[in-house]
């Protein structure tokens, strides 16, 4: 493949010059061969017939039918042209403009680690994080060695940075935005040193534009306010779902709205919200919250986790008061939320600003790719709630625009993203930093669908002793209104395959997750020459240009949104009915995430996998056990991969990187068909595991 014509296949479409321009050696090679004309797909796909292994049976994996998409049609739905220029509004992508150097004057010493948010830390992850982005990964690997488009060189121009390549970096830091522990920068000193994104920005360093990037405020009118989408058909189907709480002195569920005793306002604001019934997880982590406890809880996704910590959370600060006014000249918030992407950091603050909605409680947002002037203006106007990313946040406390002595809630969601390789470090730098009350002062709360063992071992150094742990179905599991596809398709095949299901599926809203930053770009491009409207969002483009790309998919003005893992967690945008792994994933917690894109609150959804023999095989024994548990249909060749790949010992112990089946503090465990935990032997949180 490597003598691909990239630019023939890329020739010039009808779209707005906004679109990124491939140049032909940049994807010369094609290392991943993606040919765009070629016409069969995998003869294994074909043969996913209902065969199935006794041995799969007997080593716990459930069988169903066998699967596969065969009905993509040829509808041409989603033809045109009209709507080519969806992806890529704004300016050329590329020239991303923060400093990545960090040149802090802050005496503290972990401002030699700080960064910015959430892609900043996964880029940084590159080559540390034990649980693999490979997006970031990737990418690093495509400006070392040719990487999946086959360049040597960033594939992206950027208008005006110059694209100056530095070993240890990858594309983002250049780009501007994304920058992190792997991207040292050699000072003219010849020393080496960090400088964080706001800094860079602020001050103008050389090293990159300012972030000038101000946010539109979101609409202030109560309708949208209080906008919200419809719970689907099996929203009360969620009554049924097994709970499971484990620690001591648990106090008992709240079955409705009227028992948590929450005030008029916020009653009132529920009200407005749409929401008449719980959701376990909210059940059961609203009274444990407003004890006072610690929590832990684990619930699949889009079933209300983040009402779940806001409610509670509320009822609070609106009992005991606030301290935090506009007059204050140092803001000390009550209440850190921090979540790993911009986008779901901004959905968490709306949320918070809904409910909060005629009370004297004040949220703010702040995240990185965005103005840090405007972060602090919006922080000193009050703050009691504070939604944050975890680089900006680091940053704006080591300018000492807010206090910490207050906080009274330190909330993180996807949790264990919050506490992998990636952002684990920054979140103990948080919690080690000056005035930061003690777990024993404070209360800290998790929630995830995922939660692997490991990462709740970490958990412990944030979490008292005596925290709780609710487990809402199957921990890590899929959601089970998510019709699970997994189509083999060897990676010459992709595209084609994917154009053939994007025109069967018509204008409905689809999410296409592929690997890296670079593909994602191409993708986008390539739908829009197939004139399927597509928009696309990754951590190469400027925060400006994600958020339009959020905002045209959201309004349905493409219908498409090419992205990569960035997208994957809490974005809860309505009526997203399929989501397509046009890549897999490396993790399955990933996968899990990522299909929860669709089949929220009780609607359903499609997700389609595409599954290339060639690079996934380590995913099929998980994959097996997920579609197993949602009991899906499993196809037979994959089950004969899981098998051909069997990992004794796989089933349901010691997930560790596969399920993270119960609270680790009863001991490994098995799961029984309702997918609940039996504890086997004691194993203790241990205080001392992080490192
Ligand atoms: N009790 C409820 N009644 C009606 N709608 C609800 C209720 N709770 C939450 N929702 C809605 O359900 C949707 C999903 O909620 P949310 O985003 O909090 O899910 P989540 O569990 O955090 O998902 P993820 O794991 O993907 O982050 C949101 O639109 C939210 O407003």
């Known amino acids: 493949m490597g003598d691909e014509d990239w630019e023939a296949e890329i020739i010039k479409p009808h779209m707005p010059s906004y679109v990124p321009v491939f140049e032909k050696d940049r994807y010369s090679s094609g290392a991943n061969g993606d040919t765009f004309n070629r016409t069969t797909a995998s003869s294994s796909e074909m043969n996913d017939g209902p065969s199935r292994r006794d041995h799969f049976m007997r080593g716990g994996f459930l069988s169903g039918r066998s699967m596969g998409n065969r009905d993509a049609g040829e509808s041409n739905k989603r033809e045109n042209t009209s709507t080519m220029g969806g992806f890529g509004v704004g300016k050329s992508f590329g020239n991303r403009g923060f400093s990545n150097k960090f040149e802090e004057g802050d005496s503290s010493g972990f401002w030699r680690e700080s960064n910015n948010d959430c892609e900043d830390n996964q880029t940084r992850n590159r080559g540390f994080s034990k649980r693999g982005d490979r997006e970031y990964e990737q990418d690093e690997g495509t400006q070392r060695t040719g990487g999946p488009f086959g360049s040597r060189r960033p594939v992206l121009s950027g208008a005006g940075n110059g694209d100056t390549y530095q070993s240890r970096s990858g594309s983002g830091s250049r780009r501007g935005g994304y920058k992190g522990l792997n991207e040292e920068v050699i000072t003219s000193s010849g020393k080496n040193s960090w400088k964080s994104e706001a800094e860079g920005g602020e001050s103008g360093d050389t090293q990159g534009p300012k972030v000038t990037y101000i946010p539109p405020p979101p609409p202030e009118d109560e309708d949208s306010i ?91 600060m609106m009992h005991d008061g606030i301290t935090a006014s506009r007059f204050k000249e140092l803001q000390e918030p009550e209440c850190i939320i921090v979540a790993p992407t911009r986008e779901l950091i901004n959905q968490i603050y709306l949320e918070a600003r809904k409910f909060s909605f005629g009370t004297c409680v004040r949220a703010v947002v702040i995240y990185g790719g965005t103005q840090l002037g405007y972060s602090i203006r919006q922080i000193v106007q009050g703050c009691n709630i504070l939604c944050a990313t975890p680089g900006r946040l680091m940053d704006i406390i080591g300018k000492e625009k807010i206090g ?258 119960v609270d680790t503090r009863k001991g490994k465990s098995t799961l029984n068909t309702a997918g609940f935990s039996s504890s086997q032997a004691p194993n203790p949180v241990d205080d001392e595991s992080w490192d």
């Open 226 to 316: 209080f906008a919200h989408y419809q719970t689907g058909i099996n929203f009360d189907k969620y009554d049924t779902i097994l709970v499971e709480v484990s620690g001591h002195d648990a106090p008992p569920a709240i079955l409705t709205f009227e028992e948590a005793n929450l005030c008029q306002t916020l009653n009132n604001n529920i009200a407005k919200a749409g929401y008449t019934k719980l959701t376990p997880v909210q059940k059961y982590s609203i009274p444990i919250i407003l004890a006072g406890r610690d929590l832990m809880a684990c619930a699949q996704t889009g079933s209300g986790k983040t009402a779940a910590f806001l409610l509670p959370i509320l009822a609070h």
């Open 404 to 661: 910490l002595r207050q906080v009274k809630y330190l909330v993180l969601d996807e949790a264990d993203r919050m506490l992998d390789m990636g952002f684990g470090p920054e979140m103990k730098k948080l919690i080690s930093c000056p005035g930061m009350p003690s777990k024993e002062q404070r209360q800290t709360l998790m929630f995830s669908a995922t939660f692997p063992e490991e990462i709740q071992r970490l958990a412990g150094e944030f979490l008292k002793s005596n925290y709780l742990f609710v487990a809402v179905g199957q921990v890590g599991g899929a959601c089970r209104d998510v019709q699970q596809t997994i189509l083999q398709v060897g990676q010459y095949s992709k595209r084609e395959k994917l154009v053939e299901i994007l025109r069967s599926i018509g204008d409905e809203r689809t999410m296409v997750f592929v690997e890296t930053k670079k593909k994602a770009d191409f993708i986008a491009t390539f739908l829009c020459q197939e004139k399927i409207s597509t928009t696309s969002t990754n951590g190469d483009r400027e925060q400006r240009e994600r958020e339009q790309a959020l905002g045209d998919f959201r309004c349905g003005k493409c219908p498409v949104l090419v992205a990569t893992s960035v997208a994957a967690r809490g974005l809860d945008i309505e009526n997203v009915q399929h989501v397509i792994n046009f890549d897999l994933p490396s993790t399955i917690d990933e996968y899990v995430h990522r299909i929860g894109r669709t089949g929220r609150c009780g609607n359903t959804g499609r997700a389609i996998s595409f599954f290339d023999p060639e690079s996934d095989n380590h995913l099929a024994q998980p994959l097996v056990k997920v579609l197993s548990d949602a009991q899906q249909d499993v196809p037979a060749w994959l089950e004969e991969i899981a098998f051909s790949t069997y990992v004794p010992g796989f089933s349901g112990s010691s997930r560790g990187n596969v399920f993270a089946s």
